[in-house]
C-alpha cells in the first residue's frame, strides 16, 4: 500500500484513541450534554468514508481492525498502568484512575459498538457506490454515517447505561448523540470531497465491490 494510505489509516487509528482518550469528559452544545470524543470521533467515519471510497471495502476492513486491535493494546497499557503500586510522592492515582479507567461494561459497549458502526457505515457505502454508479457521493457519505452512526451510538448508550438511566433518557441520550454525529459529517462533506478527489487523482484508483466478500471477519 502507498504512503498516502498508510497515513489514512494512520489518522483513522489517531482519531479512535484520541476520542476513547477523551470521551469521559461530558461537554455541553446547545443544551445538549454530549462526550467530549465528539469533537473528533465522527472524523473517523470521514475517514472511513475516504478509504471505503477510494480503496474499497477490503482496504477499509483491514483498518477497521487495525484500529481495534490497537484500542485493544492502549486498553491493557492504561491497565496495567493503573494497576502498578504508584510512587510515594504521586498523587494522582486517584485522577488517572477516573479518567482512563474504565469500568469493564463501558469497555464492551465501546468495542462492540465501533465494530458495528464501522462495518456498517463501509458496507453502505460500498453497496451505494454500486448502486449509483459512483455519482452523489455526498449522498453516499451522509447516508452510510446516518446508518452507522445510529448503529453505533444506540448500540453504546445502550449497552453502557441500560438500567442504570431511565428509558427517556436514554432515548434522549441516543437521538442527541446521533444527531451531533450526522450534522458533523454532513459539515465535513467538502473535506471528504478534497480528500477522495485528491487521492483517486494521486493513486490511480477508484474501487467498486462488484465481487468484495463483505464478511466483516475475513482480515
Do not use: H
Request: hydrophobic share 55%; aromatic share 12%; net charge neutral.
Amino acid at each position: 500500500m502507498s504512503w498516502r494510505f498508510i497515513t489514512c489509516a494512520a489518522l483513522f487509528v489517531t482519531c479512535l484513541l484520541t476520542a476513547n482518550t477523551i470521551a469521559t469528559k461530558l461537554i455541553t452544545v446547545g443544551g445538549a450534554v454530549l462526550p467530549a470524543a465528539i469533537v473528533i470521533f465522527p472524523l473517523s467515519y470521514v475517514l472511513g468514508d475516504v478509504l471505503t471510497e477510494v480503496w474499497g471495502y477490503g482496504a477499509a476492513r483491514r483498518v477497521i481492525w487495525l484500529g481495534f486491535a490497537c484500542n485493544a493494546v492502549m486498553v491493557a497499557a492504561i491497565w496495567v498502568g493503573g494497576e502498578l503500586p504508584a510512587a510515594p510522592f504521586w498523587k494522582g492515582q486517584g485522577a488517572y484512575q477516573e479518567i482512563l479507567g474504565q469500568t469493564p461494561r463501558i469497555l464492551a459497549a465501546s468495542f462492540l459498538a465501533y465494530l458495528a458502526g464501522e462495518f456498517t457505515n463501509a458496507f453502505v457505502l460500498a453497496k451505494l457506490k454500486i448502486a449509483t454508479s459512483g455519482r452523489w457521493l455526498w449522498m453516499r457519505t451522509v447516508g452510510s454515517t446516518l446508518v452507522g452512526q445510529a448503529l453505533d451510538t444506540a448500540v453504546f448508550v445502550t449497552l453502557a447505561f441500560a438500567g442504570t438511566v431511565p428509558g427517556g433518557v436514554l432515548m434522549g441520550i441516543i437521538v442527541a448523540q446521533w444527531a451531533a454525529k450526522v450534522v458533523y459529517e454532513a459539515a465535513a462533506t467538502p473535506l471528504t470531497y478534497a480528500a477522495v478527489g485528491y487521492l483517486k487523482s494521486s493513486e490511480r484508483v477508484d474501487t467498486y465491490d462488484y465481487e468484495t466478500d463483505f464478511n466483516p471477519i475475513r482480515l
